[in-house]
């Protein structure tokens, strides 16, 4: 019995640690970050952001570099210093841009899957968002990179 309740506890330990690292986003700072296959300078580079503000999960962390996984599951050790707090968000189905965060506001532009979009704000389940030239409210019950 007594082992039963220890087992118990560390599974519950590890489901929890789980969750919290789901949840945690962060966002690119530079048009040009480096991703290594290990944890320091010393390991060599396995390949190459080139899109700043690019939302990434943290998977891990080790003395000053970060583990993260993107959008298609690419993984890789980034040096804290090319990483921010998360800004941006990629849509993972065709989206309306609106006026104003409500379905019934006016619609400013059909947005794309897999497009970027750098948050201004956010309230309850819309963030104001902007792209290129344009600027509104996106409902985001469907995106990566925005913790909940």
């Not at 290990?38 to 580079?45: K, L, T, W």
């Not at 583990?67 to 065709?94: A, C, F, M, V």
Request: hydrophobic content about 40%.
């Amino acid at each position: 019995m007594n082992k039963q309740i220890t087992w118990i506890f560390f599974l519950s330990l590890f489901f929890i640690q789980q969750v919290n690292a789901q949840d945690k986003f962060l966002s690119l700072k530079n048009n040009k970050v480096n991703v290594r296959f290990g944890p320091s300078m010393d390991y060599p580079i396995k390949y190459i952001y080139k899109k700043l503000n690019l939302p990434v999960k943290l998977i891990d962390k080790k003395d000053n570099f970060r583990r993260i996984i993107d959008l298609n599951n690419n993984s890789g050790w980034i040096h804290w210093t090319q990483l921010k707090k998360p800004n941006s968000i990629i849509i993972l189905e065709d989206e309306i841009l609106f006026k104003r965060s409500s379905n019934f506001s006016k619609p400013i532009l059909r947005l794309k899957k897999g497009r970027l979009l750098v948050i201004k704000k956010c309230k309850e389940e819309w963030c104001n968002v902007m792209t290129e030239n344009y600027s509104g409210w996106l409902k985001v019950d469907n995106v990566w990179g925005k913790t909940n």
